[in-house]
Each structure stands twice: as C-alpha cells, then as structure tokens.
C-alpha cells in the first residue's frame, strides 16, 4: 500500500499533437531553424514591453523640475557680440560707384535732351548726363569701327564700302561631238562668276555653283535634262542620275542635252579668286527674263 497516494486516483487525458504541428517541428529541426523561431517569440513578447517604457518614461521626465537657461547653460559659455552697424551702412558699401540718373539713355548714339534729367537738379545732374552722353558718343565710335566676318564673304575697307570675295573661272565649250571634218570652233568664257549656265542660259546644262573645300575643283549643277555625262568628272551627289558634278580644271566634261541628244565639250581652264566692290552673280532664267 502507497502511504504516499491520498484521495483517489486521477487519470491524466491523453493529449494529442496535431499532425501539421508535428511537421512543422521536425521541418524546423532538420533545417536548423528552431533557435531563430525561439529568438522570434521572445521577441514579439519583449517587443511590447519595452516599447510601454519607453512611452512611460517622457511622462516621467515632463512631470519633474523645468530646468532653468542657468542651469542649462554654463555662464562662462556665454558670449556677447559687440554690435557693428557701420557694416551694413550702404554708403560704405556703394562708395567707389558713382550714382547715375535712371532717366538719361545710356546705350543710344547722340546726347540726351534736356528736360528729363533736370530731376535730379544743380550741377550734379548736368555733369552726370554730359559725362554719360560722352560715354555713347564713344561707344557709338567705336561700334562703327568694327569690321565685319571675313567667313561671310565680305568685309568693310577703309573707305567704309564692303568688299565680296567670289570666284570666278574660264571655260572652253565645244558644241558637237568635237571629232570629224567639220569640228567646231571652241568658244572661250573668261572670268565667268557663280550661277553661271553652260553653256549657255538657252540651254542650261550645267551651272556652276561654287568650288570645293580644297579650292582644287568646281561645282557644277546638273540639270534635269542631261542625258548622260562622259568624262573624268566625279559625281558628288546622286546615285542613279548624277545632281551635283565636281569637275578639275584641264579636265574636260562632255555633256549629253535635251530630247535631240546634242552634245557639248565643257571644259574648266583656270579658277580666279577675286574681289569686288560689288556682289557679282551671273542672273538666272531664260535671256529676257532678267
């Protein structure tokens, strides 16, 4: 007999872990992970806790003593700015400028009427005007001066007339295919300037338009009506009809014109730079169309 037993005996009911639980258990354990699942609960128990505290504590400190500017602050910290008004004086500042009068043009040629600086009244606002007018005068004298771009093609001589920098070329045209018994006399063109027509304006076949970047060869524009080109030429812009040909002077072109398919020999002699009083442009059209 148990001495120890007292009362009757109580029987314990089984308890029963759920099956998902037990998964989640040994999951857990086999990837090692029950320690941070255990670090995670004390966590969200301790979390609350400290965070009452912490909003207690505020409450505590504003209930107790306002601290007063002499106990917060040492005296011996304190230091006291002399003030300097002087510094911040305009007239100080502004010194070394000289005033001017807001009513008299400053960047206009000519002197200022009378009549609208007087505001500023006695010899203050004369001598003002006087010393601003004289400023224009000298800046619109100076502004006369200045000569303008050379990239432009002109510039001023010293006679105060502009001067153009063109260029302008000879060329032999032999009409017909230049071969045979009956060859044709060639025809020679001497200082023939931009949009010049060859070879001639009746039949525009080429124009010339301008020479090249290295000044060795000229640029000629190709009409519409060109059938077919024979020659050393090189053909700058267009791909199945050539639009824009640069031809070398010495090197002769032989053009293909119009519905007849008559033929000319165009042939650049020489490349002149020249300077004009004048800007000189051969007229376009048809003759008698200006």
Excluded: W
């Excluded at 090692?32 to 609350?48: F, M």
């Excluded at 004298?141 to 260029?167: C, D, F, I, Q, R």
């Excluded at 000879?170 to 009956?182: A, E, H, L, Q, Y």
């Amino acid at each position: 007999m148990n001495m120890l037993k007292k009362g009757p005996e109580l029987k314990v009911p089984d308890l029963k872990v759920p099956d998902f639980m037990l998964d989640i258990y040994y999951d857990l354990r086999e990837r090692h992970l029950l320690p941070l699942v255990a670090i995670l609960l004390v966590a969200l128990v301790a979390l609350p806790i400290a965070l009452t505290r912490g909003s207690s504590e505020p409450d505590s400190a504003e209930s107790g003593a306002v601290a007063t500017p002499s106990s917060a602050v040492p005296s011996s910290n304190l230091v006291v700015a002399k003030a300097a008004p002087g510094l911040r004086d305009y007239r100080r500042r502004l010194d070394d400028r000289a005033p001017q009068d807001p009513f008299v043009q400053q960047y206009a040629g000519g002197k200022s009427e009378g009549g609208v600086g007087s505001a500023g009244g006695g010899a203050t606002s004369s001598s003002s005007s006087e010393s601003s007018s004289a400023t224009v005068e000298s800046t619109s004298t100076e502004s006369t001066e200045v000569k303008l771009p050379a990239e432009g093609g002109e510039e001023p001589s010293a006679n105060g007339k502009l001067t153009y920098y063109s260029y302008v070329i000879d060329v032999r045209i032999t009409p017909g295919s230049g071969f045979g018994p009956n060859k044709p006399e060639p025809s020679v063109r001497r200082d023939q300037p931009e949009l010049t027509m060859l070879p001639s304006r009746k039949v525009p076949a080429l124009t010339f338009m301008t020479v090249s970047k290295d000044e060795k060869k000229v640029l000629m524009l190709v009409n519409d009506n060109v059938r077919a080109l024979f020659g050393d030429g090189v053909c700058a812009v267009g791909t199945d009809s050539c639009q824009l040909l640069a031809l070398e002077p010495g090197i002769p072109e032989t053009v293909v014109y119009g519905a007849d398919e008559r033929t000319y020999r165009i042939e650049v002699l020489k490349l002149h730079f020249v300077t004009t009083d004048s800007l000189d442009k051969a007229p376009l059209g048809k003759p008698g169309q200006g």
